[in-house]
């Protein structure tokens, strides 16, 4: 006997027949001799029609008011699984983030989970009930209703069960695992059978929109293995995400991500002493723009050139904020670009291997690929390249690093 | 300066556009000196597309999931209604049922106010803002929420009007006030002025859907003044329901209302002998069956005929369980008819005239319709007859109490 957590997304729940079919599922893992707690978010479609209701009134939503509209759709949805549940004669109740008291801060939209009180959902359990409960939504500590941000039910999933031990977290989802790449860019891509924590995290932070990175994160704190299956077909395993091991050590790259969500700006000429990058930086922050890649030359003639990417979403505020700081320093000008792609390879087995960076360089140039800006750590080597190129990239450097798929390589050999 | 709770219905809040109106009502108010606090519906059609969700899950929904799925309606309402008093430069916070401590029983979908903490909306109100409260929903001491019944958002705003003792309770809905009987029957209606809270209470009980009997109960119990306005006219002063005063006694009938929910059911040649009637209708209240008229003949052989009324939608329920008790008395039979329709005239002024259930009848025998059942108090008498002469008995009795506005009454002279 298990204590599961289950985490169904939108897609899982988007009408009334799949929500029949979550039930199902619940059910039949509870017959198995588990106890489940089910995470649900809200139906596919149905936060963008609120959102769509919200930005009718205002451009610029006052995001409290916000959190209360669009925290509805997970509302709905933990009610009608209940019901389903109950309708084929088993026991469930559902749990609002304020009921089972997930309290985060008080950062609306994008809230952070503080701590969960596992006793009311034990009671539910203890009665070999169904915990139903509502993803992406909270309270802070004054009972405003709170949101996590997109993809914030797989972290209400995993928070779960960190606080209730569960020994297993398993989220449903459209695709059946995790794969080596994105398979609509690299037909060969594989699917994982496992993968570490810190190699998926670099994956969700990289722009595969699997997992959100926050959830990969508090299964990694807490040690709660994290299943991501396929909620339409029973036929794979799926992939497990978990603690590093021996085996995942011997694959120097375990995949190749992509992300054409980012816009480069480099400002030219900039003044070498000291203070000058904290004031490009430090203004950006204050706007809460979150900067990823940055780069700095060697200094010449007491100027150098500072570039750095933000994601899309910021690019217009980002550009007029360093147009600004860059006259006041007197740096003799902004270059801006959103015609940028990042490309990265990951894998936990570059710790203990040479080379891979150089590798990764040379299969670019080989293409013709220019690159543009390169950022590295422990596990994953990133290049920033011309958007026209990823998909070119991404299959090159698939095939370079021994990811393609037995059939793929075998048909091509 | 005042202290005003403003409560609007569904249609008043059916599209964003007239959830903008809503805001420039609730800001006008304010800006009159006023303090507000404004209770909201779901957005019209909102509350039957999520019941019928849930009815495409279940026959008979969990009343507890049900209320979790259709107390979504409001919460949307008040996030859009505040987002709209904000882009229009006002100052707004919106309150749930849980934040604003609406604490109910727990009897799902049809819950009773116990108490409400003020103390959160007076911080609001001090601080300029407009509190947009949830209508319709509460929670129970467990903390899992409740709903209202239909029409439960009337209750909610006049208990929070009663709760932080309010100047008075504006219930904006589609007409303009209430009318001496339903003008859709009875060209010649008669908006009045004026009603006391006893009256009010008949009407709404008697079948008249302007406001949930429930908050004028509450409205008379904590004498608060209630207005019936129109929220898409500022033409008309609308309806003040308050404390009965020497000039209302003057009138004897303040209005006419029907009821077409209602059907008979007769068991004949019942044995009258003690006890036999506790049998009937408590194997009726055990099925939660809510009784209306009750009628027993003077016994004639030892025999007794007992009449009543339910409502159409407890009939068929009803019927079974009567014709079960019935054939364990021994009673001759069961006759039933749904075909019938309550008639009423209600006025404060019967309390010190005579004669008036007297007019009632001769104005029906006149028009050759047949009495069925009919049954009184203090302040109103209602009689059952054939439902094709609903419009007919409307129009004579509103005729004959003088109740026809002075232009009917001109152009028929």
């Known amino acids: 006997m298990a ?52 930005s009718q009134i205002s451009d610029r939503p006052n995001q409290r008011e916000q959190d209360v509209v669009v925290a509805t759709g997970e509302q709905v949805s933990i009610g009608l699984v209940a019901l389903a549940i109950q309708a084929m004669n088993g026991k469930a109740t559902s749990f609002l983030g304020h009921q089972c008291r997930v309290v985060t801060d008080s950062t609306f939209s994008k809230a952070r989970i503080k701590s ?181 030359n060697v200094a010449k003639d007491g100027k150098t050139d500072l570039t750095f990417t933000v994601s899309k979403s910021d690019f217009a505020s980002a550009r007029d904020v360093v147009k600004g700081v860059a006259k006041a320093i007197k740096a003799d000008g902004v270059d801006t670009d959103d015609q940028v792609a990042k490309v990265s390879i990951v894998g936990v087995g570059m710790r203990t291997h040479s080379g891979v960076a150089a590798k990764m360089f040379e299969v670019l140039a080989k293409e013709g690929i220019n690159i543009q800006i390169i950022s590295t750590s422990e596990i994953k080597v990133s290049c920033l390249i011309h958007s026209n190129y990823t998909e070119l990239a991404v299959r090159a450097l698939h095939t370079a690093f021994g990811l393609d798929s037995v059939e793929t390589v075998a048909a091509a050999s």
């Open 116 to 296: 969960i009180d596992a006793e009311k959902l034990f009671a539910a359990l203890k009665k070999k009930q169904i915990a139903v409960v509502a993803g992406f939504q909270g309270i802070d500590e004054d009972g405003n209703i709170t949101t996590l941000g997109r993809g914030g039910s797989d972290t209400t999933a995993v928070a779960i069960a960190a606080a209730i031990r569960a020994d297993c977290c398993e989220i449903y989802t459209d695709v059946d695992g995790v794969y080596t790449t994105d398979p609509n860019v690299c037909p060969a891509a594989r699917k994982l059978e496992k993968i570490s924590y810190e190699e998926m995290m670099e994956f969700a932070s990289l722009g595969a929109k699997v997992l959100q990175i926050r959830s990969v994160e508090i299964a990694m704190k807490y040690k709660v293995p994290l299943w991501v299956k396929s909620s339409f077909s029973d036929d794979y395993p799926g992939t497990l995400v978990c603690e590093e091991d021996r085996s995942m050590e011997d694959v120097v790259v375990s995949g190749i991500a992509y992300d054409r969500n980012e816009a480069k700006i480099a400002v030219r000429g900039v003044p070498d002493v000291p203070g000058v990058a904290a004031k490009i930086f430090g203004a950006l922050s204050e706007k809460a723009i979150v900067v990823d890649l940055i780069v700095q």
């Open 3 to 54: 204590l599961i957590v289950q985490k169904y997304g939108g897609t899982s729940v988007g009408d009334i027949e799949r929500i029949k079919n979550v039930a199902r599922r619940c059910i039949a893992t509870q017959k198995e001799g588990n106890d489940v707690v089910v995470v649900v978010s809200a139906m596919s479609g149905e936060t963008n029609r609120l959102l769509n209701l919200v």
